[in-house]
């Protein structure tokens, strides 16, 4: 267990949050990617994610605990991918389509589109290429993080 995230979530009034990913223990093959997210009745949160997610914030702050009933139960989650270093692909793949692949990163992609677009207008760019595909076969990959969160 990595321990759990949370932040304010403004849209709704509350906090938002998760923890560890749920590792899918099957061949890629008999995995179903679609529905995704909320909509998909495999990959969303259970009973026992609620009750360790709650029962851990009220741990890391005093105004959580018996706060288990403000909990909104409803569909969240989703299935994501992580790459084999935890790092985001940006290249071409099969000489016809240039893949984003982000590694379950999110919210630290905000600024790829413009150099994405810029390396398909034909200008390479420097800061994509540490992300290439290439790196798997040369081994030449990203410093293992000290930190247990695969999204640091």
């Avoid at 029962?55 to 959580?64: D, E, G, I, Q, T």
């Avoid at 790092?87 to 905000?110: C, E, L, T």
């Avoid at 800061?127 to 993080?145: E, I, V």
């Amino acid at each position: 267990m990595w321990g759990i995230y949370y932040k304010p979530d403004f849209d709704f009034g509350g906090v938002q949050g998760g923890t560890s990913p749920f590792v899918v223990d099957r061949p890629a093959g008999q995995v179903a990617v679609d529905p995704y997210g909320p909509a998909s009745p495999e990959y969303t949160v259970t009973e026992d994610f609620v009750r360790m997610w709650t029962s851990a914030l009220a741990h890391c702050h005093k105004r959580f605990e018996g706060k288990r009933d403000l909990y909104r139960h409803e569909p969240t989650g989703g299935i994501g991918a992580f790459t084999p270093d935890s790092f985001p692909v940006f290249d071409v793949f099969r000489q016809n389509a240039y893949v984003v692949a982000d590694s379950n990163h999110g919210y630290k992609m905000i600024g790829v589109g413009a150099l994405v677009a810029r390396e398909l207008l034909g200008e390479q760019q420097p800061l994509l290429a540490p992300f290439r595909f290439s790196r798997y076969r040369t081994g030449n990959l990203h410093p293992t993080s000290n930190s247990p969160f695969p999204w640091s």
